[in-house]
């Protein structure tokens, strides 16, 4: 992706999403059953443990496809089995933290995984250096066994079931009866379908102004490729909205002591369009970074309020398949988002990113009275046993 946004290319940039997101967005509900269903604990073991033989194997099967097909392959089963992690680490939390500490819990989940995802974006590219491909993938591979070894220390509380009983070809028969019924189930529940929405509009004007960030510090301000280099509109955008992202998991633990979920969730996205309609007309490269900056908080914010939201107002043994749901919108929204790119490319970027904004404050204010409505703005509301909504 980043070699996509240094090269100025919402169509890339849109198509990479494409390529990259929606095929996990078809798969991603049936591995949430799979969460479910089996040992959450084998689960977390098991992904690394395949992560760690694909990495470790790549020189075996690196030639089946001509050219990089087979790595571009890899690639992508290697990351369909890190959002399978990533959903059960997300159904795992509630078991092992109580619910009164979830939300920091979140916050420091997604803090902790954010630095490693930066580090270990860095330590790549030295490695490969140092060690060639092959051996910094079998570095990459060795850590993820690490990881599996730690995953085996977890002590979860039993999990009796019909489906743990069941052999699992029994059970994946039923996966698409199960499917639709967790759903449903998740889709009905009002107080999980706001803060659902509340996510994929955030993710949403997050994505859109740091791709629109990289283009115009790409069009406006080529000068800066002189002074860092030929990542500068990549790393400026980017690196602005991770550092706002990172500060945003840091502090959403803190707020949360004195503010609700659902109010966490309505700031996160009021602060991205605030951000947007403030700073979106000034043409200023530091301009231009604190308004990723302040995009990346606000988006995280309403992540990790989001995150301990579902948690709290769903049971437990439906969590998966409420996360990977998350995981369809999530992925969704950085598809929304270039394609809005891209559709109206003949307007200003600046107007764009102004409406934009402008759009988000709106719809964080029709947002905010549906969950008025549904008694989640008022005190002990998150707290509350979940209803259906209509």
Excluded: C
Excluded at 18 to 40: E, H, K, M, N, Q
Excluded at 194 to 215: D, Q
């Amino acid at each position: 992706m980043l070699d996509a946004l240094t090269q100025g290319a919402p169509e890339r940039i849109l198509s990479l999403f494409v390529i990259t997101l929606v095929p996990y967005s078809l798969v991603g509900p049936f591995a949430g059953v799979v969460v479910d269903r089996l040992p959450r604990r084998a689960l977390l073991v098991g992904t690394n443990v395949f992560r760690a033989v694909l990495l470790g194997t790549v020189s075996l099967w690196a030639g089946l496809l001509p050219g990089e097909g087979a790595l571009y392959a890899g690639a992508l089963v290697l990351l369909g089995f890190g959002r399978l992690y990533l959903t059960t680490k997300s159904a795992v939390l509630p078991m092992v933290v109580p619910e009164d500490r979830l939300l920091r819990a979140n916050a420091s989940s997604n803090g902790f995984g954010m630095v490693s995802g930066l580090g270990g974006a860095a330590a790549g590219v030295l490695l490969a250096g140092l060690l060639g491909t092959t051996g910094a993938f079998a570095l990459t591979g060795g850590i993820y066994l690490g990881s599996a070894g730690l995953a085996t220390l977890i002590s979860l509380p039993p999990r009796a079931s019909r489906s743990e009983r069941e052999p699992l070809g029994a059970a994946l028969g039923r996966v698409a009866g199960d499917l639709l019924v967790g759903l449903r189930l998740v889709w009905n529940n009002l107080r999980a379908r706001l803060p659902l929405t509340a996510i994929f509009l955030a993710r949403t004007v997050a994505l859109l102004i740091a791709i629109v960030a990289v283009l115009v510090i790409k069009t406006e301000f080529p000068e800066a490729g002189d002074r860092f280099g030929r990542l500068s509109a990549g790393a400026l955008a980017l690196g602005a909205a991770g550092a706002g992202a990172f500060i945003g998991t840091v502090t959403a633990g803190v707020l949360g002591r004195r503010l609700s979920e659902p109010v966490l969730m309505l700031a996160g996205l009021g602060i991205s369009g605030t951000g947007a309609v403030v700073l979106g007309g000034i043409i200023d490269l530091f301009a231009v970074s604190a308004l990723s900056f302040v995009a990346g908080y606000g988006a995280f914010v309403t992540k990790v309020a989001v995150d301990a939201h579902i948690q709290e107002v769903l049971p437990n043994d439906t969590h998966g398949r409420a996360f990977s749901l998350y995981d369809i919108i999530y992925n969704m929204a950085s598809v929304v988002a270039a394609g809005i790119v891209v559709a109206f490319g003949a307007v200003s970027l600046r107007a764009l990113v102004l409406v934009s904004g402008a759009a988000a404050l709106v719809l964080a204010g029709l947002l905010g009275m549906a969950m008025r409505r549904a008694g989640m703005l008022e005190a002990g509301g998150t707290a509350a046993a979940p209803e259906p909504g209509a």
